[in-house]
């Protein structure tokens, strides 16, 4: 069956990075895309970004340009999102999910179970 | 930017019909979807291809989409359908989320 498997919940401090990954079993990495959404505490699902795990193509939410970098190791079946310059705001829950970009109705079917990261000095 | 706009709140009875709308700008041209969220869980898709089920979403959960709005109902309401939901689509290669409806079942 389909998994996302995320890395474990991260305290970072301001001007910091952050590197979450997104364990991915039971498809073929390589056959789909990954997104990657974040969600502040009692706020709203926001966009960051997704690749495209076969050709390695990425695209990202204007907000957080020159901020995020999406990318995968193949071999290892895994997606990785990275947040730099990192301040208090950036502090949520951050979910991979999975998405099918060789189709025109594309939507999220699969989501990992979401790493907290807190950013606090 | 594309922008999707749906109510904060929306109140139903157990048992009821509930609708939750997602207004945007053409939004008919676009295929758009829906995600639960359960406190403490991650979104669920219940809604894709405007108004598709994946599978193991029940019957009650349907689609449409229209002009500038797509709607998701619930007909026969439970109270495990208490939830934050999200509508989604795609403007220009780029994911657009609306602000979430929270559905209470009362």
């Known amino acids: 069956q389909v998994q996302l498997v995320q890395s474990g919940a991260e305290v970072k401090k301001p001007g910091a990075s952050v590197k979450v990954s997104c364990k991915a079993s039971g498809y073929s990495l390589t056959r789909y895309a990954m997104q990657w959404v974040r969600q502040a505490p009692g706020q709203r699902l926001e966009w960051m970004g997704w690749?495209?795990?076969?050709?390695?193509?990425?695209k990202y939410s204007q907000k957080f340009q020159g901020r995020v970098t999406i990318t995968r190791d193949t071999s290892a079946s895994t997606a990785y999102m990275e947040l730099s310059s990192l301040r208090s705001e950036d502090t949520a829950v951050y979910y991979c999910a999975r998405d099918d970009p060789t189709t025109v109705t594309r939507h999220f079917d699969y989501w990992g179970q979401g790493t907290l990261v807190t950013v606090s000095s | 930017s594309y922008e999707l706009t749906q109510p904060p709140s929306v109140s139903v009875s157990p048992g009821q019909t509930a609708s939750i709308t997602c207004s945007g700008d053409?939004?008919?041209?676009?295929?758009a979807c829906w995600y639960q969220q359960k406190p403490g869980q991650s979104p669920l898709l219940v809604i894709y291809q405007d108004t598709k089920r994946p599978s193991g979403i029940p019957e009650r959960f349907s689609g449409s989409n229209s002009g500038n709005t797509a709607t998701l109902t619930i007909s026969g309401t439970q109270a495990m359908d208490e939830a934050d939901y999200y509508c989604?689509?795609?403007?220009?290669?780029?994911?657009?989320f609306g602000g979430g409806t929270k559905l209470t079942v009362l």
């Open positions: 053409k939004l008919g041209n676009k295929y």
């Open positions: 989604q689509a795609w403007d220009s290669s780029t994911v657009v």
């Open positions: 690749i495209n795990a076969g050709n390695g193509n990425t």
